[in-house]
């Protein structure tokens, strides 16, 4: 195999100045560069980035904790988080912690073990055991998707997600410009920030439409499709039941279509449906779907920025950035095609919200 040694010697170069070429630590001149590569090509040298990891403590890689890879949603973060990593020359070590806060500790764990440089991690509803290890062991990690605040309200690590009350506000105002006045909603799992997020959006949305908050039209379920196939049949039993309804994830989606079939109800002729979460598939129901689309790749693309940042800067304040989404408006809230949606406006930028002064990898 090719040495440094040998590249040096064929693009006429010292040793010292190979290596600022591969690892970009020192500006060199393009001519020389160049040299550089075409020697790198011409011999087949590659980085030996064992020897390179024990000199730099650095191994060049990322890990990522999320579960339920196979959701849509998260498929297409973990796409956004490999296409960036590689982009800034990061390999990516994966794990799937299952929602469970035991076996997330222990992934996570695994993943530290491994050497990683950093990493995203999509919490539980339960991370207290997840965010000891982080502490403890000064982890550099950014939080995906869902949020944990610190005691104090500022955050303890870096976070990235995307907006979630103010879209699910819109959904809600839509359906109430249509005339609805018995909205339900799917809600996900229970302590989870993007559940309560969402509530927190569906509540402000009934507020702004002048409507009450009725308890019995808001039900969980659990961020699963089964769960929402069975917190849709719930709503429907209600002596008084919604005329429309807001499904909280693409999985809830399918699970409260499933539970309309059941009870031989047609979407939008007898219910309403908008949901949070677009999907490939969404613009081929009949009707097809109303939904709110997150910045699944920018997210997680978004993530390993931040995490890159965190590496270079390790005593900056903690910070959290939300990504916007996008109102995807189609039939089956019930409007024809090509009708301009009802209700609130939507924000089109990122946006960080204020650091506090704690300072956390």
């Not at 929602?99 to 990683?116: F, I, M, Y």
Request: glycine share 8%; with cysteine.
């Amino acid at each position: 195999m090719a040495t440094m040694a040998d590249v040096a010697r064929s693009a006429g170069v010292s040793v010292a100045t190979v290596s600022h070429v591969l690892n970009g630590t020192r500006p060199v001149l393009p001519h020389t560069r160049q040299a550089v590569l075409d020697a790198v090509e011409e011999l087949g040298y590659t980085t030996n980035t064992l020897a390179r990891s024990l000199v730099t403590a650095r191994t060049r890689s990322i890990g990522l904790a999320v579960s339920a890879i196979s959701n849509p949603y998260f498929t297409e973060i973990l796409q956004g988080v490999e296409a960036s990593a590689l982009e800034h020359g990061y390999s990516l070590l994966i794990a799937d912690p299952h929602d469970d806060p035991e076996h997330e500790r222990k992934v996570v764990q695994l993943l530290h073990e491994r050497r990683v440089d950093g990493m995203i991690v999509a919490p539980s509803a339960e991370p207290r055991g997840l965010l000891a290890y982080l502490g403890r062991h000064d982890v550099p990690a950014v939080l995906l998707d869902r949020l944990v605040d610190a005691p104090d309200g500022g955050p303890r690590f870096d976070q990235v997600c995307a907006d979630n009350a103010e879209p699910t506000s819109r959904l809600v105002a839509h359906l109430a410009g249509l005339g609805h006045r018995r909205i339900g909603l799917v809600a996900g799992r229970p302590g989870l920030s993007t559940t309560s997020e969402r509530i927190t959006g569906y509540r402000t949305g009934l507020a702004f439409a002048g409507l009450p908050y009725d308890e019995r039209l808001l039900v969980h379920g659990d961020s699963e499709s089964a769960g929402a196939e069975q917190a849709t049949a719930a709503l429907l039993s209600l002596a008084v039941p919604p005329t429309a309804l807001v499904t909280a994830n693409n999985a809830m989606t399918i699970g409260a279509l499933r539970a309309l079939r059941a009870h031989g109800l047609s979407v939008p002729g007898d219910i309403a449906l908008c949901c949070f979460d677009d999907f490939a598939w969404a613009d081929l129901f009949s009707p097809r779907l109303t939904a709110i689309a997150q910045p699944s790749r920018d997210i997680g693309a978004q993530a390993v920025r931040v995490l890159l940042e965190r590496l270079a800067e390790p005593d900056r304040p903690a910070r959290t950035v939300r990504l916007p989404c996008a109102f995807v408006h189609r039939t089956s809230c019930g409007c024809p095609e090509g009708a301009s949606p009802r209700g609130l406006s939507s924000t089109s930028s990122p946006r960080e919200e204020p650091s506090h002064d704690r300072r956390r990898r």
